[in-house]
């Protein structure tokens, strides 16, 4: 058996009796197939296998990809901001060092009780809360935290709590995504909302991100229809 890659689609060949059966898994594909004269695909077939034996008859059916069992993906909750937003329903309070020190022990703990360090998980996404809200030495002590990531490794960050050198510490520790809670770029929006930063400590933060370098990219959170929002104060974003 042997496969390869087209469209987005796998074919499968199984040479078996002399009969050329190839499974696809796209019923558009499938018809093409059908209509196609196969030879281009008995060629393949015997480039690949560099046969002397006479082009095989070519059946085709729709077969079913095996499932890969799900990886696991890490999610860890910070808890933590330096202010509630009014709009705001996720699980935090408001920041304190010794409550987050202690927050943070407690973590390390139930990772190291659950065998995450020696783990290896597909995705990770640090949110809260404000992860951005914990000092240098906190983040650090996150950062030594984390197992093994093989792809996404995302950390959500507020504008008013970000530093370079919090995004560097970030990048080096293994994140290769950042998202900002901006909602919005209109100053009066922003005192609406009850957010802390203004639209320059905004951009400031999103430039900060581009030149430190994420791989998987840098993004920004923004909410529409916030209480007297207009159309231009959309557009303002």
């Known amino acids: ?109 139930e990772m190291t009780a659950r065998g995450a360090d020696g783990k290896q998980f597909e995705t990770l996404f640090i949110g809260g809360g404000t992860p951005s809200c914990l000092s240098v030495r906190q983040l650090e002590s996150v950062m030594m935290m984390l197992p093994g990531i093989k792809g996404e490794a995302t950390c959500e960050l507020n504008p008013d709590s970000v530093t370079r050198e919090k995004l560097q510490l970030l990048r080096d520790g293994g994140i290769n995504r950042v998202s900002f809670g901006v909602q919005t770029f209109s100053e009066e929006g922003l005192r609406l909302l009850g957010r802390r930063h203004d639209h320059k400590a905004a951009a400031q933060a999103v430039e900060w991100a581009h030149a430190i370098g994420f791989p998987r990219g840098v993004s920004i959170d923004l909410i529409n229809g916030w209480p007297g929002q207009t159309k231009p104060f959309f557009l303002m974003i």
Not at 79 to 106: K, M, N, Q, T
Request: aromatic residues 12%; contains cysteine; proline residues 6%.
């Open 1 to 109: 058996v042997v496969g390869r890659e087209i469209a987005d689609e796998t074919e499968i060949y199984a040479f078996k009796n002399g009969v050329l059966t190839i499974s696809v898994f796209s019923s558009v594909l499938l018809q093409e197939l059908r209509q196609f004269n196969g030879e281009a695909i008995q060629a393949d077939f015997r480039d690949t296998w560099q046969a002397s034996i006479p082009l095989p008859r070519i059946e085709y059916r729709l077969g079913r990809k095996k499932m890969e069992p799900p990886q696991p993906s890490l999610y860890i909750h910070i808890p933590f901001c330096l202010s509630r937003c009014g709009y705001c329903a996720f699980v935090s309070g408001v920041y304190e060092v010794d409550a987050a020190d202690r927050y943070l022990a407690a973590l390390h703990n």
